[in-house]
C-alpha cells in the first residue's frame, strides 16, 4: 500500500541553525500539507499546498517557514533560524484532491532544539 | 475558534473490556469528525469519520456517533485487544473553504493480556 515517508525520523540541531525535513507524498496525490505537535500539546496544522502554491497557512506559519516541492516526488519544509520552540514532531500528509477525501500522513520528523 | 477537546490518557484495559475515548468540539455549522490512530513508529492513520449529525462512523470494531446536540464525537469500542494499543486522535474539519485538520492532543490507550 502506498505510504507517506518522511526523513530524517530524528533530526537535533543548535538553536539559530536552517533545517530542512523532507517528506515523499503518495506519488498520484496532488494536495500536501504540514502539521506539527509539541510534546503533550496538540497536532497543530502549518501550512497546505497545492499546484506548488501555498493555499492555506496558519498563524505559526511565518517568515521562519517554507515549503517547496523541488523535484516532483519531495515536499520539503524549511525553518531558516530553528527557535527552541520549535522542538516538535513535524508531520507530513498528502491527499489525493481536497475537500472529503482522506489526508495520508507520515510517520512524522521529530525535531529537538538545542 | 474551533477546537476538539478529548480525554487525557493514558487509557489502561485489560484485552476484552469496554473501551469509551470521550471527544468534545467547538465549530460554527457542521464540521466533518474524525478519528486518526496512530500506532507505535507510525503516521496517523484515519479510522473512522462521520460528516454529518446523526451518522455513524464504523471500522475494525470502532464506532463513533456524531451528537450535534452535545458537540460529541465518543470513540467506542466493545472489546479491545492488545493490538489496539496506540494513541487515538479526535480531530474536526470545518465544512467549508479549508481542508486543514483540526485536532485534540490524542489518548494513548494501552491494552494489557
Known amino acids: 500500500e502506498p505510504e507517506v515517508t518522511q526523513t530524517p525520523s530524528h533530526q537535533v540541531t543548535q538553536m539559530g541553525q536552517e533545517v530542512i525535513l523532507r517528506c515523499v507524498p503518495i506519488s498520484n496525490h496532488l494536495y500536501f500539507y504540514w502539521y506539527r505537535q509539541i510534546l503533550g500539546q496538540k497536532v497543530e496544522f502549518l501550512v497546505s499546498f497545492y499546484n506548488n502554491e501555498i493555499s492555506e497557512k496558519s498563524e505559526i506559519f511565518d517568515d521562519q517557514f517554507s515549503v517547496e516541492r523541488p523535484d516532483g516526488s519531495n515536499f520539503t519544509l524549511k525553518i531558516r533560524s530553528t527557535k527552541l520552540e520549535d522542538s516538535a514532531m513535524y508531520f507530513c500528509?498528502?491527499?489525493?484532491?481536497?475537500?472529503?477525501?482522506?489526508?495520508?500522513f507520515g510517520p512524522g520528523t521529530r525535531l529537538t532544539v538545542t | 475558534g474551533d477546537s476538539v477537546t478529548q480525554m487525557e490518557g493514558p487509557v489502561t484495559l485489560s484485552e476484552e473490556a469496554f473501551l469509551t475515548i470521550n471527544c468534545t468540539y467547538t465549530?460554527?455549522?457542521?464540521?466533518?469528525l474524525f478519528w486518526y490512530v496512530q500506532y507505535p513508529g507510525e503516521g496517523l492513520q484515519l479510522l473512522l469519520k462521520?460528516?454529518?449529525?446523526?451518522d455513524k462512523g464504523s471500522n475494525k470494531g470502532f464506532e463513533a456517533t456524531y451528537r450535534k446536540e452535545t458537540t460529541s464525537f465518543h470513540l467506542e469500542k466493545g472489546s479491545v485487544q492488545v493490538s489496539d494499543s496506540a494513541v487515538y486522535f479526535c480531530a474536526l474539519r470545518r465544512e467549508r473553504d479549508t481542508d486543514k485538520l483540526i485536532f485534540g492532543t490524542g489518548t494513548r490507550l494501552q491494552v494489557f493480556p
Open positions: 465549530a460554527t455549522g457542521y464540521p466533518s
Open positions: 500528509a498528502s491527499s489525493e484532491d481536497r475537500g472529503s477525501y482522506e489526508q495520508y
Open positions: 462521520a460528516t454529518k449529525a446523526d
